[in-house]
Each structure stands twice: as structure tokens, then as C-alpha cells.
């Protein structure tokens, strides 16, 4: 008895939704009748070759009815069901070719057919049966004030209190399929997203040429980064070192004719020594910071917000446990779980960008910087109190910060209206 109330409950607690959608689907399937009489018709005209230059806008005017249906299905599954549709470009010669290759207009086609010929039947009987239902469950109990045998059941007139009983009795079949309304809304929903979503492989093909694209634009950024690394040690740390090796030989030379210009020498050579060594500390640190090693991200974010000219706040978000603040203020790195060190780098050059970004361009008076995500997420988010309006420009910062977020299959969100505040959300998967 319980598991009936259940049920019973469960499928009252979906009805509205259920008869909202296929009543709606109805009035959708009506229109779906007019563009299938329409489409006929330009496909009449392509007979004689009228109709040709005018298929492809026919079809364009269709697609925001297919559309609706498709975003009613998703809605209603709680799913994004995505467009699946190949660019129309060129002349009416080329687009006829798109409209021939790509499976989604059949499919479309499809769609409107069957919404055409099913739509109208199942709404109406969806919302006409709960109705029909409580007619027979209430109509039997008015026969006292009816007129004399106005008030019939199921093949009798009701002409008593038993047969009342009986009669609204006989309402329980049209309960029954009234309640059948769930089930079949989200039979027509399902039935909609197979047929308005991306066709089987096309999902796994889309997203095999966004990572072949991505990891392409990896490569590229991972060959100017050397190149950078190379300059930089050509430029700075090999001619120091170039220059040290000549001042020893000259000193060398002057040892025993003039010991002290060879001293001065050798100190000289000292001094560009060690500029030396601080240029080759900060190319190994553009390429890896010692202290993502050492210490973790958090404590090396820390230091990057210590050195950003803009007062700047870490927040480890809810990564880390409650005592994540030692007592100079900075996180420690014990307490913010260790990601991928490939995401971790990722993570911290982003946020330096981000920062440098924000010092140049948004005249902010404080920058704060929230890492967290789930375990197989992280997520960095960077925001200004500055002037805002910044843009995704290719070569820009910000589109190098992109590069490198989806360089690990993860994606950047920028949120930067005028006047403020910029918001630049990255998420990286660590799945790797």
C-alpha cells in the first residue's frame, strides 16, 4: 500500500511540469505542421529550380522553432543538448552542399515530421485525460440536482448514491493514464534531444579537433617559450659568463706586470659571476619556480602576492582546512592538497600573468586571488577592483593565460564589464 501512495505522490508531484511541457509541445507541434507544409513546399519549388537559392533561408527560418524544442527537452532532462550544426557560408551552391552533408538537417527534418504527426495527439490527450478524470470522479455526486437522467456513468445513469459510488469508481482507468503524463513528456523529451542533439561520433569528433586544436596551440607556446629561454640565456647568462672567462685570462695576463689591475679584474669577474648566476636563477624559476617544489602552490602564490605591487589577498578556498594561515599571514603549504605539478605551474603562472595583467592595465586598488575546485578540478580565480573592460586579444595576456589553460584541457572565463570589477575564472582538470 505504501509503495502505491508512492508512486501515486511521486507522479502527482511531475504532473504539472509533465502537462506544462506536452501542452506546450503541442502548440509547438502545431507550428511544426505549418514548417513542414512550408518546407514541402520550397522543396516543390526546387523541382523547377525556384526553390533552390531559397532552401537554405527556408531552412534558417526553421531553426529557431527547432531550437525552441530543443532547449524545451533539455530544460525539462535537466541537460544541455547541444547544437549540432555545421556552418552555412558561400553562396546558395555552398550551403546547399552544407545542407546535403550535415546529418543534423535530416535530422531536424525528422523531428518536425514526428512532433507534426504526434504532438497534437499527445498534448491534448495529456491534458484532456486529468480532466476527464476528475469530470467522472465528481459528476456522479451532483445527480441529486441534475435533471433526471443527465448524469450518466460508464454505460448507466446514475440515479443513486451506489451508483455514484460507481461511477466515479469507473474514473480510476482515466486516473491511470493521466498519470502516464510523466512518463510520456519525458519519452517525448528524450525522443527530441536524441533527435535535435549531435549525431552519434559527432560529440567525439568535435571534441578530438578542439584538443587536436589546443594541443597544437600548446606546441606553439611551448616553442616560443624556448625560444624565450634560449634568448634569454644568449643574451644575459652566456655573454656574463663569456665575459667572466675573458676578464680571468686577462687577469691571468697582468698577474705578475700589474697585480693590481689583475685584483680589480678578478673581482670585476666576481661581480658579473654572480649577475650571472642571478639571471640563470630567474630563467629556471620562468620555467618552474623552485618553490612549487619546495613548498607548494599555496606558499608560492604567497610570495607572488608578497611582490605584487597591488595590495593582494590569498584565499585557499575550500581546499584547505580551517587553520590554513600561519602567523605571518601567508598560507601554508601543508594544508592545500598537491595537484599534478604540470597543474600547479599552470596555476602559478596564470595567477602571475593575471597579476601583471592587473597591474599594467586596471589601476586597481586591491587584487584577490581564490584557489579550490574539487579534487579533480582546480580552480583559480583572479579579481580586480579595477576599470575593467579588459579583453581576450590574441597576443594579450589574458589570451595567453587561455593557451595555457587549455593546453590541459581546461578553459578560462573572463568577466570584465566596464568600470569594474574583472573577474577571471580558470579551472584546470588534474586528471592527467
Not at 31 to 43: P, Y
Not at 92 to 114: E, F, I, Y
Not at 420 to 426: C, D, E, L
Request: charged fraction near 20%; include cysteine; glycine fraction near 10%.
Amino acid at each position: 500500500m505504501s509503495f502505491v501512495v508512492g508512486w501515486v505522490s511521486g507522479r502527482l508531484r511531475a504532473m504539472p511540469s509533465a502537462l506544462v511541457y506536452l501542452g506546450i509541445g503541442a502548440v509547438s507541434s502545431v507550428v511544426s505542421v505549418l514548417a513542414v507544409v512550408g518546407l514541402l513546399l520550397v522543396a516543390a519549388a526546387c523541382v523547377v529550380g525556384v526553390g533552390l537559392p531559397l532552401m537554405p533561408e527556408a531552412v534558417r527560418v526553421v531553426r529557431p522553432l527547432v531550437r525552441f524544442d530543443r532547449l524545451r527537452a533539455g530544460a525539462y532532462l535537466g541537460v544541455e543538448v547541444a547544437e549540432p550544426y555545421q556552418p552555412m557560408a558561400g553562396d546558395w551552391r555552398q550551403q546547399w552542399g552544407t545542407l546535403v552533408r550535415d546529418p543534423a538537417n535530416r535530422r531536424d527534418l525528422g523531428w518536425l515530421v514526428l512532433h507534426a504527426v504526434t504532438g497534437i495527439f499527445v498534448g491534448t490527450i495529456a491534458v484532456a485525460l486529468p480532466v476527464a478524470a476528475a469530470a467522472q470522479a465528481l459528476r456522479p455526486w451532483f445527480w441529486k440536482v441534475l435533471p433526471e437522467g443527465s448524469v450518466e456513468g460508464l454505460g448507466f445513469v446514475v440515479d443513486s448514491w451506489g451508483w455514484a459510488l460507481v461511477g466515479s469508481i469507473a474514473a480510476l482507468p482515466f486516473l491511470w493514464l493521466g498519470l502516464q503524463a510523466p512518463v510520456v513528456a519525458r519519452w517525448q523529451a528524450r525522443i527530441a534531444a536524441a533527435l535535435l542533439g549531435p549525431a552519434k561520433g559527432i560529440v567525439l569528433a568535435d571534441r578530438v579537433a578542439a584538443l587536436t586544436a589546443t594541443r597544437a596551440a600548446a606546441l606553439d607556446a611551448h616553442g616560443a617559450e624556448l625560444r624565450r629561454i634560449e634568448r634569454d640565456l644568449h643574451d644575459g647568462a652566456q655573454a656574463r659568463i663569456a665575459a667572466v672567462i675573458m676578464q680571468l685570462g686577462v687577469a691571468d695576463q697582468l698577474r705578475q706586470r700589474d697585480p693590481d689591475a689583475a685584483d680589480e679584474l678578478v673581482r670585476k669577474a666576481q661581480d658579473t659571476a654572480t649577475a650571472a648566476l642571478s639571471e640563470l636563477r630567474d630563467v629556471v624559476r620562468s620555467v618552474y619556480p623552485p618553490v612549487l617544489s619546495d613548498r607548494g602552490l599555496a606558499s608560492a602564490i604567497s610570495a607572488l602576492a608578497a611582490r605584487c605591487p597591488i595590495p593582494c589577498t590569498v584565499d585557499l578556498g575550500d581546499g584547505a582546512r580551517p587553520a590554513s594561515l600561519e602567523g605571518s599571514g601567508h598560507p601554508r603549504a601543508d594544508v592545500f592538497p598537491r595537484r599534478p605539478a604540470a597543474v600547479e605551474a599552470a596555476a602559478y603562472f596564470v595567477i602571475a600573468e593575471a597579476l601583471t595583467n592587473a597591474t599594467k592595465h586596471s589601476r586597481a586598488e586591491h587584487v584577490s586571488v581564490t584557489l579550490g575546485g574539487a579534487t579533480d578540478v582546480l580552480t583559480v580565480v583572479i579579481t580586480d577592483d579595477g576599470v575593467g573592460d579588459a579583453q581576450d586579444v590574441e597576443g594579450g595576456g589574458l589570451a595567453g593565460i587561455r593557451r595555457r589553460a587549455e593546453a590541459l584541457d581546461g578553459r578560462m572565463l573572463l568577466n570584465s564589464p566596464a568600470g569594474g570589477p574583472t573577474v577571471v575564472r580558470v579551472e584546470l582538470p588534474c586528471g592527467l
